[in-house]
């Protein structure tokens, strides 16, 4: 457990313990309802330092920044404007995670150092942005969300732009440090990335996190997940024999956190299960196999299927009856037809009772108006076999790609995405015609939305 270093950060760590009535006596605070996010926020930058710098920038440069960006962005030096964009993006992306106010929030794309050590850009993001009032109507809007402070943040190690020493991708070239930056030295790294801690990811919480009991599998083995083989590419094996012994099964990570939640009737563990396998797309097939793959891992590690060993050489599964949510961007819908992926293997893991039903294939399904209006608007240029579930997505392309599934055992009492329609208060942090050479997508928050369930103790 990293505590992220702020007065106001401490102060809310310790009322989330304790609560002073008007006698000043110390009361135990009943924590009944928390509400569990994954958020793919798009922070892809060019270099680590990159995202450092932007998040170090103080509330009151941003101002200026967005000011003159607004007025006339064409006006502004290169590098300004760029800057401004950026400032705009993390604003927007800031706003949307004040407004829907998770307590436990998994973000995907957020640059690291490569092992998860330095948490620099996390401190700046807290301090600069979620501590700071944002507006629900994004840039130039009048600044009245309330601020959220997270007490605790993890950031983890990442197979993103870590160089593998071989020729994964088999163009005939092995990638050495001097290609750092180019497409060479990502596509032979063991998960697509330009440098190490490239498309990482990090978690935030209201809620302590057990980091002595965190288990992060970085290392295990695809071979190694029962049932694999060695994928093939015109009958022929993808991988070397060497490489298949050595090709780690997670693109960047997969990591169980403890979360320790206290309630009137002592502390509760939920296991933040957090991953972001490869997109099952950009090659001939084998990534759709290892998507696949890296979804499944997480089906067998809460069905106890079978041994997992990791990182610090520990074996078994999730201990069954354990609360669970499996939170990111899988890369992968459910529904037959939708997307490029295994559809089935995210249908299986939602058809299993291990995983609570109600979210998966009932009333708790987390939808948003958003989604079902983007569908119909791209319909006649996309048509989709998927539209009946159109309310169900949360990513560009239509798709349901973020998942937030909820164990059986958790009593799921809400659910969501947070996707306005163009109808709905909040709707310019998602389409604003002013920014960027788009005005949608990751030139004014994401290209992925946040998908939610609350469960309540």
């Known amino acids: ?264 009737d002592g502390t509760e563990t939920v296991h933040i299960l957090m991953s972001h396998p490869t997109p099952p797309v950009f090659d001939t097939g084998k990534n759709k196999l290892q998507n696949a793959a890296e979804v499944e891992f997480w089906h067998k590690y809460v069905t106890s299927a079978q041994d997992f060993y990791d990182d610090a050489g520990n074996t078994g599964a999730l201990t069954a009856g354990a609360h669970f949510v499996i939170v990111g961007d899988q890369n992968l819908d459910a529904a037959t037809g939708a997307g490029d992926g295994f559809t089935e293997v995210m249908a299986q893991l939602h058809a299993d009772p291990v995983v609570n039903q109600n979210v998966t294939n009932g009333d708790l399904y987390p939808t948003s108006f958003g989604a079902a209006e983007y569908a119909a608007d791209r319909s006649s240029a996309h048509p989709h076999p998927n539209r009946i579930t159109a309310e169900f997505h949360n990513a560009y392309g239509g798709i349901n790609a973020d998942h937030a599934i909820p164990s059986a055992s958790l009593n799921i009492i809400d659910s969501g995405v947070y996707w306005q329609a163009s109808y709905q208060q909040g709707r310019l942090l998602f389409n604003d015609a002013r920014i960027g050479n788009y005005g949608n997508g990751k030139d004014v928050s994401s290209d992925h939305r946040m998908v939610w369930v609350k469960a309540r103790f």
């Not at 401490?10 to 000043?24: I, K, P, S």
């Not at 990159?50 to 007025?71: C, K, P, T």
């Not at 404007?81 to 957020?110: C, F, H, S, W």
């Not at 092992?115 to 993001?125: P, V």
């Open 1 to 264: 457990m990293k505590l992220l270093k702020s007065a106001a950060a401490l102060a809310v760590g310790l009322a989330l313990l304790t609560g002073c009535n008007n006698d000043d006596d110390i009361k135990y605070v009943d924590h009944t309802e928390v509400k569990i996010a994954a958020y793919n926020l798009s922070f892809d930058r060019a270099t680590f330092a990159d995202l450092v710098a932007e998040m170090a920038i103080a509330a009151d440069q941003q101002n200026i920044l967005v000011a003159a960006y607004l007025e006339d962005r064409d006006a502004m030096e290169p590098a300004d404007k760029a800057t401004a964009e950026k400032v705009i993006q993390i604003r927007n992306v800031a706003a949307i995670i004040q407004k829907t106010r998770p307590d436990v929030l998994m973000m995907g794309e957020y640059n690291n150092d490569g092992t998860g050590e330095d948490l620099s850009a996390l401190e700046g993001f807290q301090a600069n942005y979620l501590s700071v009032a944002q507006s629900i109507d994004g840039a130039g809007g009048t600044a009245e969300l309330e601020p959220i402070e997270y007490p605790f943040a993890e950031s983890y190690a990442t197979n993103t732009g870590l160089l593998s020493g071989f020729d994964l991708n088999n163009d005939g070239y092995i990638a050495t440090a001097e290609d750092l930056g180019t497409d060479a030295y990502a596509n032979d790294s063991w998960g697509y990335g330009k440098y190490h801690g490239q498309y990482a990811f990090a978690l935030m919480s209201k809620y302590e996190i057990d980091s002595k009991n965190t288990r992060t599998f970085q290392n295990f083995k695809w071979k190694d997940l029962e049932g694999a083989e060695n994928p093939l590419l015109d009958g022929e094996n993808w991988y070397t024999d060497e490489e298949w012994q050595q090709m780690t099964l997670s693109s960047k990570n997969h990591v169980d956190t403890p979360i320790l939640i206290p309630t009137k």
